[in-house]
């Protein structure tokens, strides 16, 4: 193990990279303790890594952060060479054949300087609920590090690794996968030392072409840890519960008292949010609507058990726990409750949506559904929004479903498919289109529920929802 200082210096780690071109200037004591790879927010003093983006190279910024007073840059070896003049000689410059690689074994032999537990979860539904809810619950107990927001994929989980410091006693790292290969990557920077898989569903189905390829994507991450490191199954998944647990240390998880966690609601408030009980012994009450936040509980009931908590410790912790924002997010407004759940979607989570909404007791009040596309489901897209539409129009309880986008119109085609139904549906061209029908029908007591992708932005509707149009 190197010192604090040592460890945030580039040199400790250059000495040992072979991916490493040209140092130009003086970089001994160019530190990664404040990286950046936004050119717009980058500030004096701190390191540019130059990035290719889906619609930006970074290297076409690199005379601006110099202009920003950046401490150095790394950059490519085929932009250098293709700019040599292009910045003052004294500005410090390490050159790399690949900066995306680069910045991953740098996070790769960072992490490798701590010798703390790493919690990796990942899944189809409810990653960042269960990273969410693991972080609060440990943090009763330890300095917990976690990846913020959305930083779950091959650039964010390695940014976040960087942040790792000597006062943190244990991290949660949730990871993110749209291809094949990404979470044995991921895994391979994080190094877990216990492993969570939340659950198989269809998120992301148009690149992996099938549920088994995304049980084989999703399960790489136990495959990454030790057989003698813990793994938390959720047996209430038909495919995980298939996974192989010969010579593994396994902790299960589910509503039989046969698992090692479980749990029971034994009550829910007026708007879903449960009360359970957690083996058998201590009673357990969410804020976080939904019946489906059970087994995100028990998952991080686990998690807190084998780290040594109580189950007193967790069920006080969990009372506490607050959704991430766009996360079934509840506010009143004019006496209308708004459940935001407009963060993403896929056709797992848009059913258990559906079920939260059409459970809740509202008397007199209207249930509005507001949906947009499912995306990334490539040639199943169709199919997909069709059969959701379908298994919408077979339940009770709705007033109007009001749908935004392209894919969605396959939504409302699977309702008028179910001719014993007679439910209002409507296909709108824009956020505003909604936002104008809601103004019109709205009254206290109403409850509606947003929800889509997170490239359709379904919180648009809300804006100015209950202003006065000019």
């Known amino acids: 193990m190197i010192q604090v200082r040592e460890k945030l210096l580039l040199q400790s780690f250059l000495s040992g990279y072979d991916g490493l071109k040209k140092i130009k200037g003086k970089v001994d004591r160019l530190s990664y303790e404040r990286l950046s790879i936004d050119s717009r927010t980058i500030e004096p003093g701190e390191l540019f890594l130059a990035l290719h983006g889906e619609n930006h190279d970074g290297h076409a910024y690199i005379p601006q952060v110099v202009q920003k007073g950046a401490s150095g840059a790394i950059v490519e070896k085929s932009w250098y060479n293709a700019h040599p003049d292009e910045i003052p000689s004294d500005f410090p410059l390490v050159v790399v054949e690949n900066t ?51 930083k779950n994929n091959h650039i964010g989980v390695p940014l976040m690794l960087l942040q790792l410091r000597e006062d943190h006693e244990v991290a949660v790292f949730e990871m993110a996968s749209n291809h094949a290969g990404e979470i044995a990557l991921l895994a391979g920077l994080t190094q877990p030392t216990m492993g969570v898989v939340t659950n198989i569903g269809k998120a992301h189905l148009g690149y992996f072409g099938s549920l088994h390829d995304v049980y084989k994507e999703k399960t790489a991450l136990f495959e990454a840890i030790p057989a003698t490191a813990p793994i938390v199954i959720n047996m209430e998944d038909p ?141 199943f897209s169709e199919d997909e929004h ?85």
């Open 100 to 150: 995306l690689h680069f910045l991953q074994q740098l996070a790769a032999w960072h992490r490798r300087q701590f010798e703390i537990p790493v919690i990796g979860i990942t899944g189809s539904n409810g990653k960042t609920t269960t990273r969410e809810m693991t972080a609060h619950v440990l943090s009763r107990r330890y300095r917990v590090f976690r990846n913020e927001g959305n």
């Open 239 to 379: 495919l995980l519960r298939s996974y192989p647990r010969e010579n593994r240390r396994v902790i299960t998880v589910g509503y039989s008292s046969d698992y090692d966690v479980f749990g029971k609601i034994v009550s829910h408030n007026k708007l879903g949010a449960i009360r359970f009980l957690l083996n058998n012994r201590v009673q357990v009450s969410l804020q976080i609507p939904g019946a489906h936040q059970l087994l995100n509980a028990l998952i991080a009931s686990a998690v807190a058990l084998e780290m040594g908590l109580s189950e007193d410790e967790i069920a006080d912790a969990l009372a506490s726990f607050q959704p991430a924002s766009q996360r079934m997010e509840i506010k009143e407004m004019n006496g209308v409750t708004i459940i935001n759940d407009a963060y993403n979607a896929n056709p797992d989570s848009m059913r258990k949506a559906v079920d939260y909404l059409t459970s809740l007791k509202t008397g007199d009040g209207k249930k509005i559904l507001i949906l947009g596309d499912m995306l990334e489901l490539g040639a």
């Open 386 to 470: 069709r059969e959701l539409g379908r298994y919408i129009a077979e339940k009770d309880g709705l007033s109007e479903v009001l749908l935004y986008g392209p894919d969605s119109r396959f939504i409302k085609e699977g309702i008028k498919s179910v001719k014993a139904k007679k439910l209002k549906c409507y296909h709108y061209p824009r956020h505003l289109d909604i936002t104008r029908h809601l103004r019109q029908i709205l009254h206290p007591g109403d409850v509606l529920l947003l929800k889509g992708s997170r490239g359709m932005q379904m919180e648009r509707v809300l804006y100015g929802l209950f202003e006065q149009e000019a």
